[in-house]
């Protein structure tokens, strides 16, 4: 089989690992080594290094050959699929070649268990060695490690990688049994528990040995899988609670359910992947880690799960109203940091700026704060946002009506139960378009014609998602019409708006539409 044609299998049957991350380690230039931690290739995917940079990735698995047979994986060993898998200096070649022709940077590296876990590991191992010493490749490489690898393989491992990662996959112990009959709890936790063991030991020798080697120098990560068995929010909250807490880790990623077989265990091939429920999972993870939340407060056994409708800060807060209106003159920052609308960084701009001024709201707004959630629950100078009204009975519908609103549609001072005609006739959608500057111009064309407000752009072939996808033809004349317009209003914005297309932010579509109408 031809390289490239492996390739494009094993980089496929890779596209549904979420925990594809380079954030938290920095690999400097070494003297004599190539590689130092920005394609349309197969395989490569973006990734968001410590210092804010966009980077791409290669990745792939080393082979989707696999002796389990989990129910809900596309590469299980019952599955009728195209089989193959890389040699290690295929794999190393592959990579350099990539990192030479600059379509990458580090390598993304999981596999399907070819014989058993340690022959695997093994094969991941000679190809990151051949990466590391015959190449001197010093670029990010992110490992998986295979439940059921000895000790010493996975130790091996993490001095070749800047990063490891153990998928639990399954919330429950009873989903894994029901769907993964292979693997087992103690299988899985066992590896973390000695990355985690022997990260600590390379942090202490190195404190004493400048130039001791490094195991994982960016920590561990997991992935859960939501929406493929019954586990609600609060089991799913809780559970990366415990991981953050007893394995130290640097994120779990949570990944919607694709259906992808069928099987009467399984949601329906029919059914839409829960890509709202993992967001909101998402932003619960963030209020654990900076926010200083616990997964108790957020859920309880009355409200198992996020309301889809209402981000978990501003759901807590409405069931917390004992504890606000927050006086942001005298408020510390751990209790500004809970009031929805008010992040870590506008938290420490308060605690700065009001040493010097009595703050108002629309000094807040300057600070950053997001006023469409926070001025519910803020009072300036003991005064609540001015022309500001509502009731506790009414509140949650007013959040509910902010989520929904887009940019520009909603009053951050005048905020009431009856939202403005326009906005109402706003419908909510996802514009797919094919990836081009006059693409995207068109999507904002036809956002203006049918008063559609784009929740989301995707250039994909396959989108996902909760809302309405409407295609987007491209067409000359109407992309015509909106630069220009754009143009004729300002040509340093014309001038912003194109730079900004080009750039690799996230969701830099969302941000441009935003700009524009403005």
């Not at 002796?67 to 596309?74: A, L, P, R, T």
């Not at 600070?367 to 009975?393: E, I, M, N, T, Y």
Request: aromatic share 10%.
């Amino acid at each position: 089989m031809e390289l490239l044609e492996k390739l494009t299998i094993l980089s496929d049957a890779a596209k549904y690992d979420a925990a594809c991350t380079s954030s938290g380690v920095k690999r400097s230039f070494q003297p004599g080594k190539i590689g130092n931690t920005s394609s349309s290739i197969a395989g490569c995917c973006h990734s968001f290094s410590a210092d804010g940079r966009c980077i791409t990735l290669l990745k792939v698995l080393m082979t989707n050959c696999c002796v389990y047979d989990c129910k809900y994986c596309v590469n299980r060993r019952s599955n009728d699929v195209r089989r193959t898998a890389f040699t290690p200096r295929e794999l190393a070649e592959l990579t350099i070649g990539f990192y030479r022709r600059n379509y990458i940077e580090g390598l993304f590296l999981s596999s399907g268990v070819l014989r058993n876990a340690d022959y695997t590991t093994e094969q991941m191992i000679r190809a990151l060695r051949i990466l590391r010493q015959d190449y001197g490749f010093n670029g990010y490489i992110h490992a998986k490690a295979i439940p059921g690898t000895s000790p010493e393989l996975v130790q091996q491992l993490g001095l070749l990688a800047d990063r490891m990662s153990v998928n639990i996959e399954l919330p429950s112990q009873q989903g894994l049994q029901t769907l993964a009959p292979d693997k087992s709890r103690e299988a899985i936790l066992r590896p973390m528990g000695l990355i985690r063991d022997k990260a600590f030991e390379s942090r202490q020798e190195l404190v004493k040995y400048k130039h001791a080697p490094r195991f994982a120098p960016a920590g561990q990560s997991t992935q859960l899988i939501v929406g493929a068995t019954q586990d609600n929010d609060r089991h799913i909250l809780r559970l990366t609670e415990a991981l953050y807490q007893k394995y130290r880790l640097k994120r779990v990623f949570y990944s919607a359910y694709v259906p992808v077989v069928e099987n009467s265990l399984l949601p329906a091939l029919d059914t839409k992947p829960p890509l709202l429920r993992e967001h909101r999972l998402y932003q619960a993870d963030w209020l654990l880690r900076f926010y200083g939340f616990q997964a108790s407060e957020l859920l309880d056994e009355a409200h198992p799960n996020f309301d889809p409708q209402l981000d978990p800060k501003c759901s807590w807060a409405v069931t917390h109203l004992e504890q606000f209106p927050v006086e942001v003159m005298r408020a510390d920052y751990e209790t500004l940091l809970r009031v929805p609308g008010v992040g870590p960084t506008s938290a420490k701009r308060i605690v700065s700026a009001r040493r010097t001024a009595h703050l108002r709201f629309e000094d807040l707004k300057k600070l950053g704060v997001v006023l469409k959630r926070a001025q519910f629950f803020l009072l300036c100078d003991g005064r609540a946002a001015p022309g500001l009204r509502f009731s506790a009975a009414t509140l949650v519908q007013q959040l509910k009506a902010v989520e929904r609103s887009p940019p520009g549609k909603w009053n951050s001072y005048r905020c009431s139960t009856q939202l403005d005609n326009q906005s109402m006739t706003w419908r909510d959608v996802v514009f797919q378009y094919d990836g081009t500057f006059e693409g995207f111009l068109c999507c904002v064309f036809e956002s203006y014609v049918n008063k559609e407000f784009p929740i989301a752009f995707s250039g994909d072939e396959e989108c996902w998602s909760l809302y309405d996808v409407r295609y987007v033809v491209t067409q000359r004349e109407h992309a015509s019409r909106v630069y220009h317009s754009i143009l004729r209003r300002s040509k340093a914005a014309a001038d912003v708006v194109r730079r900004g297309f080009l750039t690799c932010l996230p969701e830099k579509e969302t941000r441009l539409y935003a700009l524009i109408k403005k």
